[in-house]
């Protein structure tokens, strides 16, 4: 069993940046794939970013792809996502999920989801 806790979000104007982290615990290895996905008001789940602690590869969603950073610290099990050059369409609930296979270069998400934290970008 994983569980994952976000936290970093908040309130930042048009332009500016957050840095969001997830702090993956649970499980005895330290070799797991981490993703973000995102949630707006009125949208279906958006894939934002993944990476890959076997195979150390990262992956964008294209509308995040240049401003935004997946990274991770595997000692920590945790994985951060700097956000920066923020926009509004940016604003939604942001998603940790750990340990989703990797099929084709693309994440797939498991069960184990963290609770969310709120970005609001204003314009």
């Known amino acids: 069993q994983v569980q994952a806790v976000e936290s970093g979000g908040g309130l930042v104007q048009a332009g500016g940046s957050l840095r969001l982290s997830c702090a993956a615990s649970?499980?005895?290895?330290?070799?797991?794939?981490m993703g973000w996905f995102r949630r707006s008001a009125g949208k279906e789940r958006e894939f934002v970013a993944a990476?890959?602690?076997?195979?150390?590869?990262?992956d964008y969603g294209d509308s995040v792809k240049g401003r935004f950073t997946i990274s991770r610290d595997s000692a920590k099990n945790t994985v951060y996502l700097q956000m920066n050059s923020l926009k509004p369409e940016d604003t939604a609930v942001y998603f940790c999920?750990?340990?989703?296979?990797?099929?084709?270069?693309?994440?797939?998400?498991?069960?184990?989801w963290g609770q969310g934290t709120q970005v609001t970008v204003s314009s």
């Open positions: 649970g499980r005895s290895d330290e070799n797991y794939n």
């Open positions: 999920n750990a340990n989703g296979p990797f099929f084709g270069g693309n994440y797939a998400p498991s069960a184990y």
């Open positions: 990476i890959s602690w076997s195979g150390g590869i990262t």
